[in-house]
């Protein structure tokens, strides 16, 4: 098997602030193009201060959409994490399962909550 991508987030995001949706995008745009072609990514949190959840919904959140679960377990990890960011991620992780598991139900609701404060 061929030798897994290192990426670098402090090197992506061009410091040690995640807490750009922008640079969460960049990060899926870098990383989704090689787990849909098969290819094992690691992601590196070596040098990340700052990190928010919103970051890792949109960075990896948002692969769950596009890939199934088995999937990026099978190809994707992470190395370098801080244990607190740890939970951060497995909460943006199940965030992500349930909502692309039921997305029409949680537009719908967003939709009604919006309505109503019209």
């Given at each position: 098997?061929?030798?897994?991508?290192?990426?670098?987030?402090?090197?992506?995001?061009?410091?040690?602030?995640c807490?750009?949706?922008?640079?969460?995008?960049?990060?899926?745009?870098?990383?989704?193009?090689?787990?849909?072609?098969?290819?094992?990514?690691?992601?590196?949190?070596?040098g990340v201060?700052?990190?928010i959840?919103?970051?890792?919904?949109?960075?990896?959140?948002?692969?769950?959409?596009?890939?199934?679960?088995?999937?990026?377990?099978?190809?994707?990890?992470?190395?370098?994490?801080?244990?607190?960011?740890?939970?951060?991620?497995?909460?943006?992780?199940?965030?992500?399962?349930?909502?692309?598991?039921?997305?029409?139900?949680?537009?719908?609701?967003?939709?009604?909550e919006?309505?109503?404060?019209?």
């Amino acid at each position: 098997m061929n030798e897994p991508h290192i990426i670098r987030i402090f090197d992506i995001v061009g410091g040690p602030l995640c807490i750009s949706t922008d640079d969460g995008q960049t990060v899926h745009d870098k990383i989704a193009p090689l787990l849909k072609d098969g290819q094992r990514v690691i992601l590196s949190f070596s040098g990340v201060d700052t990190l928010i959840s919103l970051f890792l919904h949109v960075a990896i959140g948002q692969l769950y959409g596009e890939l199934t679960e088995e999937r990026i377990r099978e190809l994707l990890s992470v190395q370098d994490m801080a244990q607190d960011d740890l939970v951060l991620l497995k909460r943006a992780v199940e965030n992500a399962k349930a909502f692309f598991k039921n997305r029409q139900g949680y537009e719908q609701a967003w939709k009604e909550e919006v309505s109503d404060e019209e």
